[in-house]
T-cell receptor, first 112, second 117 residues
Framework: DAKTTQPPSMDCAEGRAANLPCNHS???????VYWYRQIHSQGPQYIIH???NNETNEMASLIITEDRKSSTLILPHATLRDTAVYYC?????????????FGTGTQLKVEL | NAGVTQTPKFQVLKTGQSMTLQCAQD?????MYWYRQDPGMGLRLIYY???????DKGEVPNGYNVSRLNKREFSLRLESAAPSQTSVYFC????????????????FGEGSRLTVL
C-alpha cells in the first residue's frame, strides 16, 4: 500500500480556506485517495475521496495532481468546528483484501 | 440500521487478564478492521478481515487474536493484557470486494477505551 505523508499541524483563521496537503508519491494506478477527520477521540468521519479527477462535495474539495503523487484537501470556509485531525489515506490491495493504513494525520486548528 | 457497534465502550483490566472486544455491523459489509489509537498518534492497524473466513495481520498484531465469526461479527481478543495495550480501539467496516478494486466509505464504530493496570 502507498504511504502518505502529511504535515503534523496547521493553523487557519476562521472564514478562510484551509488547504491541507498530502504526499502519496508511491500511489499506484488503482488506488484511491481518501480523506477523513477525527474530532477528539470520536470515530473518524468521512470527508471525500477521489481517483484522479478533482472532487467536490458539501464538505470539501479534493485536488489531485495530474501525476497523482500528491493531493490537497480544501475546506473553503473553515469554522471553529473544523478543528480536528485530518487523515489522508490510500486504498490498496494486499493478499486479495483491502488493507488500510493511516498515517499520523494533520492537526488543523481553526482560530478566530 | 445501527451501523458498526462495538462493545464494551469502556473496560479496565488488570495485567494478565483476558477479554474480547466485540464488533458487529448490519450493512452486509465484506471487510472489517481493528485499529488502535494511542494519545497523540494516528490509527494503527491490528488485524483485518477482507471477507468472511479470512483474517490477516496489520501493523501491530502482537498480543492480539481475532475471529471473523460470520459476515457480521469481527472480534478482537487480548489473551493476557499488558499496560502497553491501554488504548482506544476502533472497529471499521467497508463493503469491500475481496481482490477486486473497490472504493467506498469506511464506517467506524464509536471506539472502545481500554485501560490495563
Amino acid at each position: 500500500d502507498a504511504k502518505t505523508t502529511q504535515p503534523p499541524s496547521m493553523d487557519c483563521a476562521e472564514g478562510r480556506a484551509a488547504n491541507l496537503p498530502c504526499n502519496h508519491s508511491t500511489i499506484s494506478g488503482n488506488e484511491y485517495v481518501y480523506w477523513y477527520r477525527q474530532i477528539h477521540s470520536q470515530g473518524p468521519q468521512y470527508i471525500i475521496h477521489g481517483l484522479k479527477n478533482n472532487e467536490t462535495n458539501e464538505m470539501a474539495s479534493l485536488i489531485i495532481t495530474e501525476d497523482r503523487k500528491s493531493s490537497t484537501l480544501i475546506l473553503p470556509h473553515a469554522t471553529l468546528r473544523d478543528t480536528a485531525v485530518y487523515y489522508c489515506i490510500v486504498r490498496g490491495r494486499e493478499g486479495g483484501g483491502n488493507k488500510l493504513t493511516f498515517g499520523t494525520g494533520t492537526q488543523l486548528k481553526v482560530e478566530l | 440500521n445501527a451501523g458498526v457497534t462495538q462493545t464494551p465502550k469502556f473496560q479496565v483490566l488488570k495485567t494478565g487478564q483476558s477479554m474480547t472486544l466485540q464488533c458487529a455491523q448490519d450493512m452486509n459489509h465484506n471487510s472489517m478492521y481493528w485499529y488502535r489509537q494511542d494519545p497523540g498518534m494516528g490509527l494503527r492497524l491490528i488485524y483485518y478481515s477482507a471477507s468472511e473466513g479470512t483474517t490477516d495481520k496489520g501493523e501491530v498484531p502482537n498480543g492480539y487474536n481475532v475471529s471473523r465469526l460470520n459476515k457480521r461479527e469481527f472480534s478482537l481478543r487480548l489473551e493476557s493484557a499488558a499496560p502497553s495495550q491501554t488504548s482506544v480501539y476502533f472497529c471499521v467496516s467497508t463493503p469491500g470486494q475481496g481482490g477486486l478494486l473497490y472504493t467506498g466509505e469506511l464506517f467506524f464504530g464509536e471506539g472502545s477505551r481500554l485501560t490495563v493496570l
